[in-house]
């Protein structure tokens, strides 16, 4: 079991920077994956930004390359979501999610076995 909490959402102006935190506790070593998600009203959840590899390895989807960075602590047990440069499109609820062992697609809902509660994140002038 992995429980998960996130923290740090708010509202920021275009070209403002915010920090996510996500709180792993549980059985940390389970998940191979740890993935920020995010979902904007009537969009479906999309992916956002992944780590693995024991935080050696990171990928993001193409329209917050170069603007976000994920990272994660030693021990697995906080994952951190640095956005830089927001963009109004950038306004959506943010979700860590933990990846089931059997993942076959990192940026699929779906694959993922456990979620945080949710954190708003705001982006207009």
């Known amino acids: 079991q992995v429980q998960l909490r996130e923290s740090g959402g708010g509202s920021v102006q275009p070209g403002g920077s915010l920090t996510l935190s996500c709180e792993v506790s549980?059985?940390?070593?389970?998940?191979?994956?740890m993935t920020w998600f995010r979902q904007a009203p009537g969009k479906e959840r999309e992916g956002v930004a992944t780590?693995?590899?024991?935080?050696?390895?990171?990928y993001y989807t193409d329209s917050v390359e170069g603007r976000f960075t994920i990272s994660q602590d030693e021990d697995g047990k906080m994952l951190y979501l640095q956005m830089n440069d927001l963009k109004p499109e950038d306004t959506a609820t943010y979700y860590c999610?933990?990846?089931?062992?059997?993942?076959?697609?990192?940026?699929?809902?779906?694959?993922?076995?456990?979620w945080g509660q949710g954190t708003q994140v705001t982006v207009n002038s």
């Open positions: 999610a933990a990846a089931r062992p059997s993942l076959r697609h990192v940026w699929t809902p779906a694959d993922y076995m456990a």
């Open positions: 549980g059985n940390v070593y389970i998940s191979r994956y």
């Open positions: 780590i693995y590899n024991h935080g050696t390895t990171t």
